[in-house]
């Protein structure tokens, strides 16, 4: 008996002190070998969903391609995960083995560390001016661009016609006539409500993209994360009362219920399932739309006033190099020849996101109409602060607790002001 | 004490490889007289070598890069801004979200971990009997034991769902409630919630154990209490019980442990949110690696402290148990 507890007890030992370790695991760059060949590595975050579509296979195609262009040159491509390629990426970076070359999340904190290529070491001049203006000027930080935008996407008002019919609200034609302002909001929420629509206001607070989220409809009211000058101004005045005008919202029930828990996928199956009005929609649920045979209307987002300008959010997906390497030669035909117009195109239709080279806009646009509202609000959407090194933290304590601002605008906000203006301290 | 150390049976070693062979063979037979004593004591270390080396590697090491990471700078990118001190401790102490974060951590260990210990001890008495269709209710028991965790919780949280969860429809179909709720929405719903599956996938392995105690029970000690006129609860309180202590420590140390540092189910269900407010201190850990490495391993060192702590109150308690 004893010897039992004081096997149990060792068992007990060890496991406490392996089940508080923490694991990790990583993967070096790249590197060149003898024969004159040499290796990039380049790390990727995947935009297929439940497994179809990956973009392991997109990759392999382009690679299969550049390596038969290029055979002095081999890409070791990493598929991750978007849910885990920030953490991945952390990682490497914390272990010093960089990748060459990644597509995905914010640059601007590594490029503020020094570790990134400037756009002009790894991109062509004739790539660079190919740029939509307004996502290559996103990728700028300091007056030298580090960010390449490699794919791009913005956002608009989504109704369901069925249910707007339902609730007898106005329609034109086959289309629903979509709120202008925040009262039309209110108004149709509750006609919604009364006719017995599950969440008639679709609110996505959660963790998932609540910066986002809760940027549209701030940037709708004259708010915003930060002011004219890129001062941090989470507690505005304009954004505490968005908060309030939300808040009301969710006591009416007029949202689903706790938006600061609800992720946007969940309510974008739920609004394929016809059991929301209407939300802030992108682009990637005219799949979901389509396969369910949802009638829907697409509006530009509504705003706090009559007479303003609707806004709305830009959002795009960054490719950088990392100097660790010393690959800028390589990098960079791999970089001119991944921004093709035919590989551009290839994964904007793929995935129904948009592309950032004017060449492309041009072939998508034709290709995929139902794009084209999405690609004509590019050019002025607007953007988080990306290239604020800050963002990435403020960005993921924003994402956190932003939902708790429906309840406590002032403290909330307040409280990630004070955040953002320490973060890395 | 010292008879279980001469006692204690060899640890388990994988076979040796070749290159090693050859040294053990040599090292336990002594060729000069002056190396004997000192060569005779190594004679173990080629069976408990390997034991050691992984032991340092996957344990010790690991435990010493967290301390070190705790005193870096890192942000949640990974870029190491170099040493800091305890600068990140002293950040973590002052974190308003820390106390109601360890305050949770408590009662969700003391809640999961008593509702397990005391729902066990009946169910592992109710399996110890003979009943017709034991076979299968044992079977059925080990069923949330061998789903894997994660998905547990992921299915409890669609279950809980506010649009598509059937908790909801069956509660609004029977009247009880006037609108669907969303049951992981905000901390007051989701706590009981995320205890009750926390204490739903702790069941089977608690049950099992103490299962085996009883079973280790000797039928003679029945036998005489029944001759002596026991009652059957004074036989419950004064044999069952006293004998099942080893196996019920055993049980309760692990378990306090495993929930101790639970996150599939807290990560599962809410992602300890909304905000933190039903983060653990090991989802707050988690949570804290996205904004701060270093912040976020200063959590992990508390976290081991409080651990070690467990352990050694562990060693206490099962000392008095051999002296009782």
Known sequence: ?425 | MSQQTTSAEPVPTPPLPPRRGAKAASAPRPTAAGGRNSLARLGPLPWIGPSIVLILLVVVWPVAEMVITSTHRINGLGIDFGFNGVGRYTKLFDDPRLGSVMLWTVLWTVLVVGFTMVISLALAQLYNQNFPGRRVTRWALIIPWAASVIVTSIGFRWMLDEVAGMLNRLMLDLGLIPSAQNWTGDAAHAKPWLVFVAVFVSLPFTTYTLLAGLQSVPAEVYEAARVDGASTWQTYFRITLPLLRPSFLVALVINLINVFNSFPVIWGMTQGGPNTDTSTSTVFMYILGQTDVGESAAMSVVNFAVVIVMVLLFLRVSRWNEES
């Open chain 1, 1 to 425: 008996m004893n010897r039992r507890l004081l096997n149990a007890s060792v068992l007990a030992a060890g496991a406490a002190l392996a089940l508080t370790a923490c694991g990790s695991d990583s993967s070096g760059g790249g590197s060149a070998s003898g024969d004159g060949v040499t290796t990039i590595k380049l790390v990727a975050a995947d935009y297929g969903s439940n497994g179809q579509n990956p973009s392991q296979a997109y990759w392999d195609g382009v690679i299969g391609a550049f390596e038969q262009a290029n055979p002095k040159i081999k890409v070791d491509v990493q598929v991750i995960n978007w849910n885990d390629i920030s953490t991945k990426l952390s990682t490497m970076v914390q272990n010093k083995q960089y990748p060459d070359v990644v597509e995905g999340p914010g640059y601007a904190s590594f490029a503020q560390s020094g570790l990134l290529y400037t756009a002009d070491q790894v991109l062509d001049p004739a790539v660079q001016a190919n740029l939509i203006p307004s996502l290559a000027k996103a990728g700028d930080q300091g007056g030298a661009a580090y960010g390449i935008p490699f794919v791009s996407s913005s956002r608009a008002f989504l109704i369901n016609n069925a249910l707007w019919q339902k609730a007898k609200l106005p329609m034109n034609g086959n289309q629903a006539v979509a709120p202008k302002t925040w009262a039309d909001v209110e108004s149709d929420a509750k006609a919604l409500k009364a006719a017995g629509v599950e969440v008639p206001l679709g609110l996505p607070l959660g963790s998932e993209e609540a910066q986002a989220e809760s940027f549209m409809w701030e940037m709708n009211n004259g708010g915003g994360y930060v002011d004219a000058s890129g001062k941090w101004a989470i507690n505005s005045p304009a954004n505490i009362a968005t908060f309030k005008q939300l808040g009301t919202w969710v006591n009416e029930g007029l949202t689903e219920k706790d938006p600061g828990s609800v992720k946007r996928t969940d309510l974008y199956a739920d609004f394929a399932s016809g059991k929301v009005g209407m939300l802030n929609g992108m682009p990637i649920q005219l799949q979901d739309v389509q396969k369910s045979n949802l009638d829907v209307t697409w509006a530009p987002l509504p705003t706090a006033q009559t007479g303003q300008t609707p806004q709305t959010l830009g959002v795009g997906d960054w490719i950088y190099g990392f100097k660790a390497g010393g690959h800028a030669s390589q990098v960079k035909a791999f970089l001119d020849f991944a921004f093709q117009k035919q590989w551009q195109v290839k994964f904007d239709e793929e995935y129904d996101l948009l592309p950032v080279t004017q060449d492309a806009v041009t072939q998508v646009s034709k290709d995929v109409p139902a794009l084209v509202p999405f690609l004509k609000a590019l050019p002025a959407a607007r953007f988080v602060p990306v290239s604020n090194p800050a963002w990435d933290t403020v960005n993921a304590q924003v994402k956190v607790q932003i939902g708790g601002a429906l309840k406590d605008p002032q403290g909330v906000l307040t409280t990630l002001q004070t955040a953002a203006t320490q973060a890395g301290q």
